[in-house]
């Protein structure tokens, strides 16, 4: 199993400002199967990028992926207030699916 | 439009069994893998099983397998997932989700509602 562990576990930022996160996995990703979904509360998650770099469709191009191997990064230019929310990262290149843990992008 | 319709979630009590369906539309149902994916109360994501697009490949967390079948109906466009031997660490919301693209893994980008399981006496 590959274990995915997301840093930080909450960032706190303010409307505007640029946010950094990060997923490092225990093992190579195959292909960089990689995915980013945020997820607001109450609601399912969504997909905002999938190969660790491309945006899923309707995804505004603040939000960028980046990344190979076993670490990867979500970066989100200018955050817009609707952007805070838990963040996920995903590999699906191991027929076993795993999730990282989450980072709560809170605001300031 | 995509949708992903869950059905089947209740109040069990720990060993019971219940089984998860999940009605599809607006897509080719038979072209994509599926997969079911839990969310404990306040918790993260966990990836449950997945299943291709004829069932010949199906795959299961080590946390569900032995005790979790995953299915599905082409002809009727449904998933199933079979839960028996429930326990309280098997309280979630399950969702139904869709792989991006046909016939292979390429990321969820479509969800259901999720329908919430809770074991308890």
């Known amino acids: 199993e590959i274990v995915l562990t997301q840093s930080p576990g909450t960032l706190s930022l303010s409307p505007g400002e640029r946010a950094t996160l990060s997923c490092r996995a225990s093992?190579?990703?195959?292909?960089?199967?990689l995915a980013w979904y945020q997820q607001k509360p109450g609601q399912a998650p969504r997909l905002l990028i999938y190969?660790?770099?491309s945006r899923a469709t309707g995804i505004p191009d603040r939000f960028s992926g980046s990344g190979s191997a076993t670490d990867f990064t979500l970066t989100i230019s200018r955050l817009d207030p609707e952007d805070f929310a838990v963040y996920y990262c995903?590999?699906?290149?191991?027929?076993?699916?795993?999730f990282g843990q989450g980072t709560k992008l809170e605001i300031k | 439009e995509v949708q992903l319709v869950e059905s089947g979630g209740g109040l069990v009590k720990p060993g019971g069994s219940l089984r998860l369906s999940c009605a599809a539309s607006g897509f080719t149902f038979s072209s994509y893998s599926m997969n079911w994916v839990r969310q404990a109360p306040g918790k993260g994501l966990e990836w449950v099983s997945s299943i291709n697009i004829n069932g010949a490949y199906i795959y299961y967390a080590d946390s569900v397998k032995g005790r979790f079948t995953i299915s599905r109906d082409n002809a009727k466009n449904s998933l199933y997932l079979q839960m028996n031997s429930l326990g309280a660490e098997d309280t979630a919301v399950y969702y139904c989700t869709r792989e991006r693209a046909p016939n292979y893994n390429s990321g969820l980008n479509y969800w259901g509602q999720g329908t919430l399981v809770t074991v308890s006496s």
């Open positions: 190969g660790a770099s």
């Open positions: 093992q190579s990703v195959s292909s960089s199967y």
């Open positions: 995903h590999q699906y290149g191991n027929s076993l699916y795993t």
